[in-house]
């Protein structure tokens, strides 16, 4: 198409497509290239002054690009091998054996986090209630009391005392459980129901003087002791115990859980809902008002642009791809019915 396009190419408008070519190219060139920038950000951003965000753009499509590339395009399978490598050279860098906790949070943040999780006293509750109210919990402590309350009688201060009888009693136990095992296994059984039954009430009494004794106060007493023997800790010393391996396997394991919840309802009704609300706030907001809200000044996008636009221009041009370029674009024009009319004329 393009070297068709140059046959027709008159030697006027050829002419005219190389003196183009040449202006763009010295226009594009290092040198000149920050005023130019400067006097069309100035000018775009001038422009954009007249345009509302939701002129620019709907909030359904929006919604659909979100929801396309959050929820419906499948990741590559690169991006776990990428995360591992990057987690072991995160581990391995030298810096995590001279940073310390304290560094990283110091102790007026590590006070402000505190503060606030300790006034989520609901919350606190539930995790007390839940906890305590776990089988779990329950079959473990009664388990402890089973044992404890088994040693005691084979090791009570009263056995102790009488000569001899304590090893009567481990031969009587020892003779008692050859002969009636069922006996034995009924005792058992019953001590141990005794014990549940107990223990049910003694937990749900336990919930209750938890959540008197836990106050705010001890809270934050026993979370300050354990922050002021932690935050002088290096990074490496507290990681010692969680390896690049565990940090690739974890976010393998919740990677997984990602690409699973994504295919949810739920997932996308998160993502339009948070769309819209945006729109809600901004969608009659001028787009340099948006850019302000966002922190986005005019010096940032000229650095942006400038450290990443000269450099990718100065190498196409090194590697003889930048005037090919700017020719593809403008050569189509000199080969149109108009251009060709306008020539001729």
Do not use: C
Request: aromatic residues 6%.
């Amino acid at each position: 198409m393009a070297k068709r396009s140059a046959a027709k190419l008159s030697g006027k408008a050829q002419s005219l497509l190389d003196a183009q070519v040449a202006w763009w190219l010295e226009r594009l060139d290092a040198h000149a290239l920050s005023p130019w920038l400067e006097n069309e950000v100035d000018a775009l951003l001038a422009d954009a002054a007249k345009l509302k965000l939701e002129e620019v753009v709907s909030r359904a499509d929006v919604q659909a690009v979100a929801r396309r590339y959050a929820a419906e395009l499948e990741p590559s399978g690169a991006i776990p091998e990428l995360v591992g490598e990057i987690a072991q050279a995160v581990q391995a860098h030298p810096t995590q054996k001279k940073t310390k906790l304290g560094e990283l949070m110091p102790d007026k943040q590590f006070r402000e986090w505190l503060d606030k999780i300790l006034e989520l006293h609901a919350a606190r509750e539930a995790i007390i209630h839940a906890a305590l109210a776990n089988p779990v919990v329950s079959a473990v402590a009664g388990d402890l009391l089973y044992r404890g309350i088994s040693g005691y009688l084979g090791e009570s201060s009263l056995t102790k005392s009488i000569p001899g009888a304590s090893s009567m009693l481990k031969f009587g136990k020892s003779m008692l459980s050859k002969a009636t095992p069922k006996l034995d296994a009924a005792i058992e059984s019953t001590l141990r129901k005794y014990i549940q039954q107990s223990l049910d009430a003694t937990l749900r009494e336990s919930e209750h003087s938890l959540k008197t004794l836990l106050t705010d106060d001890l809270l934050r007493d026993s979370a300050l002791e354990i922050w002021a023997s932690l935050k002088g800790m290096t990074v490496a010393q507290v990681r010692t115990t969680v390896s690049a391996e565990d940090v690739e396997e974890l976010f393998v394991i919740g990677y997984e859980h990602w690409r699973s919840a994504r295919k949810t309802p739920y997932y996308s009704a998160m993502i339009d809902t948070g769309v819209a609300s945006f729109f809600d706030k901004y969608g009659k907001s001028s787009l340099p008002t948006l850019l302000d809200e966002m922190g986005v000044t005019r010096e940032m996008i000229l650095t942006d642009l400038q450290r990443f636009g000269v450099p990718a221009l100065a190498m196409l041009k090194k590697k003889k791809l930048l005037e090919p370029l700017v020719r593809r674009l403008l050569q189509p024009f000199f080969a149109s019915e108009a251009a060709i009319k306008l020539l001729a004329d």
